[in-house]
């Protein structure tokens, strides 16, 4: 079968849910294709649907080495090396993402979790009002995300 029919069985069974499937499927394409972003993007995708975090960790390192402009994929990173490593180093690995993508978002909303875990309030207060104003979406998870409890308690105390 033709790699990009086998990316594409991989892609439909992720969006049903059937992670074993889809990694029988990206299993079966062939070593050059394997390494191509559309392909590692979906490998990590399976990686994270099984929270296997070291793995996860180190495929999505390459995935930013080899696309340094997609910035999920270096969210996707930081989020594997907080849950395999520590909060310390997926900051770093955000911090690095932040000079390339200085209005992602994503990467501004997570520095501000990062930020308020370790309880510097007012740079995660910064952060995540950035976040906001780069999208507009991030205020309705500012209200619910766990990581940002310590900031919901100090503006609650004011």
């Known amino acids: ?32 294709e394997r390494d191509e972003p559309a392909v590692l993007a979906l490998r990590v995708a399976v990686l994270q649907e099984r929270c296997e975090w070291p793995a996860l960790r180190a495929l999505a ?46 990467i501004q909303f997570n520095l501000g979790c990062y930020a308020s875990q ?12 950035r976040a906001i104003a780069l999208d507009e979406k991030f205020s309705v998870l500012a209200a619910t995300d766990p990581d940002l409890a310590p900031l919901r308690a100090a503006a609650g105390n004011r």
Do not use: C, N
């Not at 090396?81 to 993508?101: D, G, M, N, P, V």
């Not at 370790?118 to 740079?123: I, V, Y």
């Open 1 to 32: 079968m033709h790699p990009k029919w086998r990316l594409s069985h991989a892609q439909g069974y992720l969006e049903l849910g059937m992670v074993a499937e889809a990694a029988a499927e990206l299993e079966h394409i062939p070593s050059p």
């Open 61 to 106: 390192a390459e995935f930013v080495r080899r696309a340094p402009g997609e910035a999920a994929g270096w969210v996707t990173w930081a989020y594997a090396t907080r849950r395999a490593e520590s909060i310390a180093a997926a900051e770093k690995i955000l911090l690095e993402a932040e000079r390339l993508h200085p209005a992602e978002a994503m």
């Open 118 to 129: 370790r309880g510097a309030l007012a740079e995660a207060r910064r952060r995540v009002d």
